[in-house]
C-alpha cells in the first residue's frame, strides 16, 4: 500500500518544512534529510535504529562507551556490540539483521556481534569474531573447523556430531572458558571463535560488557590464534565428542587465582604482531 501524500509541517529549530513518513518511521525534510524521532539522522547507528534491532531494547542501559577504554578492553574481554553490513557484503537473506538506509541512499544492516580482544592498542584494539553460524556451528558448509574452536561459559565445552572432523579433516581447537560478568548469562552452545579473522574495534564505540576468558585460558585463545594465523597445524585438537570435561592449560579448571601461569607473554605477543602485516588482514572498522 502507498503512503498517503506528505502533510507539511514547519520545523522552527531547523527553519525548515517537514512531514512524517509512518512507513519509514523517520522524518522528512524539504532538504531531504531524515531524521528519527530521538532527533538523530537515519545514517546515524542511533538508539532508536537499535531500538529495532531483536534483543537490543537495552542497549541504551546496558551498552555504552568504556572509558578509559585501554583499561576496558583488554586481552580475554568479551563483549558485544552492534555491527553494519553493507547490503553487498551479505551472501543471502539476514533474518537477524535489521535494515537502515544511509546518508547517501546506500543501504545497510546491522546487528549485534560478539567479540573477544586479542591485541590491545591505545584507542582500538583487535579483535576476534564470536559465531554461531545460525546455530550450526562449525559444521555450515564452508567453515574450516581448523580456525576454530567452542567459546564457551558453564562446565563444559559442547561439540554438535556433525561438527566432528571427517576423513583427514582437521578438528577445532581446544575450547575456550568465558566468565560471564552476571550470572544470569550463558554464551550460546554452538558459539565459535574464529581465529582467522581480525577485527579492529574503536574504544569510542557502545559495547556491552559480557565477560572475560577465564585466567588459565588467555595464553590458549593467544597460542591458538598465533597458530592460524601463521599457518601452523601443530596446536592440539578438541577431541572428538559431544561433550568434554576440559580442565584449561593449567590443569585446574578456571585459572582463577593462579598467578602469572594462566597470562600471556605480553613481550612475545607484541613483537608476534609487530611481525605481521596486519593491515592486509583487517575485516572490520
Given amino acids: 500500500m502507498a503512503e498517503p501524500p506528505p502533510q507539511w509541517q514547519w520545523d522552527e529549530g531547523r527553519k525548515s518544512w ?132 567452542i567459546i564457551y561459559t558453564g562446565s563444559s565445552p559442547q561439540m554438535k556430531t556433525d561438527e566432528q572432523p571427517r576423513g583427514e579433516e582437521a578438528g577445532m581447537r581446544r575450547p575456550v572458558l568465558v566468565e560471564a560478568k552476571s550470572k544470569t548469562e550463558k554464551m550460546d552452545k554452538t558459539s565459535r571463535v574464529n581465529y582467522a579473522k581480525i577485527y579492529t574495534v574503536e574504544h569510542n564505540v557502545k559495547v556491552y560488557d559480557f565477560g572475560q576468558v577465564e585466567r588459565g585460558y588467555l595464553n590458549r585463545l593467544i597460542t591458538q590464534f598465533q597458530a592460524v594465523f601463521d599457518g601452523s597445524s601443530q596446536a592440539a585438537e578438541f577431541p572428538h565428542g559431544n561433550t568434554t570435561n576440559d580442565q584449561g592449560d593449567n590443569g585446574g579448571g578456571s585459572g582463577r587465582g593462579q598467578g602469572s601461569a594462566g597470562n600471556t607473554n605480553d613481550v612475545e605477543l607484541s613483537q608476534h604482531f609487530d611481525n605481521m602485516r596486519l593491515q592486509h588482514q583487517y575485516d572490520g572498522t
Avoid at 512507513?23 to 532508536?48: H, I, M, Q, R
Fill in 18 to 149: 517537514f512531514w512524517w513518513s509512518n512507513e519509514n518511521e523517520f522524518y522528512v525534510y524539504a532538504d531531504g534529510s531524515k531524521v528519527n524521532p530521538d532527533g538523530s539522522t537515519v545514517n546515524e547507528l542511533s538508539e532508536y535504529a537499535l531500538s529495532k534491532i531483536p534483543g537490543s531494547l537495552i542497549y541504551a542501559k546496558n551498552y555504552r562507551v568504556r572509558k578509559p577504554g585501554h583499561k576496558f578492553f583488554k586481552v580475554g574481554k568479551v563483549f558485544k556490540v552492534l555491527w553494519p553490513e553493507l547490503t553487498g557484503n551479505l551472501s543471502s537473506a539476514q533474518s537477524n539483521f535489521t535494515e537502515v538506509a544511509g546518508k547517501f541512499n546506500e543501504t545497510y544492516f546491522a546487528k549485534i556481534r560478539w567479540f573477544v580482544v586479542v591485541k590491545e592498542l591505545n584507542d582500538c584494539c583487535l579483535c576476534l569474531s564470536i559465531q554461531t553460524y545460525r546455530r550450526q556451528g562449525v559444521a555450515k558448509y564452508g567453515v574450516i573447523k581448523n580456525h576454530h574452536s
